[in-house]
């Protein structure tokens, strides 16, 4: 079965850019989307179909995908972005998603 | 605006079957799929297939077949989710989720906790 990887934390400081991988086999030819969750809450999407977001979510979120990677950005990350963020895509009839990381804002 | 509102917490031993409702408002009930994502605590998500709220097909991961029924009532725009043989593996909070292709996962439901416990 197709698995996406990405690493279990990342920090960042307030102000700088957390980038959160996820990486898969040929992930570059799928679509990626990415999804917010803080604790006790349901996940947001925040970013669809590799690099476009969804209205409401600030243009500091971006994304991109090319080859085995693909990649979550935050710009000038803040306190409000701390939280869990899954990459998902979609192989074989099944809906695949990361197995989350967790970002830090120090 | 779109609301999924999704049943209360349940409690039910090894074994049992529990069925979890998402009631849909805002949007034409019958225009979206409905998935269910689960998230056993402290864990990741987990998809485990969709349904067509307008013709009631429905595709499983194949780790759920057997034991998963998903099904609707468009009449009170009310999606279920009944999952059979709960073991205590399946201790998780269960998500609806909808929404319209590139946004599929548009919109969530609060979540159900579901607990499987002797």
């Known amino acids: 079965s197709y698995e996406l990887t990405q690493p279990p934390s990342v920090s960042v400081s307030p102000g700088q850019t957390a980038s959160i991988t996820c990486s898969g086999d040929k992930l570059g030819d799928k679509y990626t989307w990415w999804y917010q969750q803080k604790p006790g809450q349901s996940p947001v999407l925040v970013i669809?179909?590799?690099?476009k977001r969804p209205s409401g979510i600030p243009e500091r979120f971006s994304g991109s995908n090319s080859g085995n990677t693909a990649t979550l950005t935050i710009s000038g990350t803040q306190a409000m972005d701390e939280a869990d963020y899954y990459c998902?895509?979609?192989?074989?009839?099944?809906?695949?998603f990361g197995s989350g990381t967790k970002v830090t804002v120090l | 605006q779109v609301q999924l509102v999704q049943s209360g917490a349940e409690v039910k031993k090894p074994g049992a079957s529990v069925k979890v409702s998402c009631k849909a408002s805002?949007?034409?009930?019958?225009?979206?799929?409905i998935n269910w994502v689960r998230q056993a605590a402290g864990q990741g998500l987990e998809w485990m297939g969709w349904m067509n709220p307008n013709s009631g097909n429905t595709g499983y991961v194949q780790k759920f077949q057997g034991r998963v029924t998903m099904t609707r009532d468009p009449s009170i725009s009310t999606a279920y989710m009944e999952l059979s043989g709960l073991r205590s593996e399946d201790t998780a909070v269960y998500y609806c989720t909808s929404g319209v292709y590139p946004k599929k996962f548009d919109y969530w439901g609060q979540g159900t906790l579901v607990t499987v416990s002797s």
């Open positions: 669809y179909q590799n690099s």
């Open positions: 805002g949007y034409t009930f019958t225009s979206y799929d």
């Open positions: 998902e895509a979609w192989d074989s009839n099944t809906e695949v």
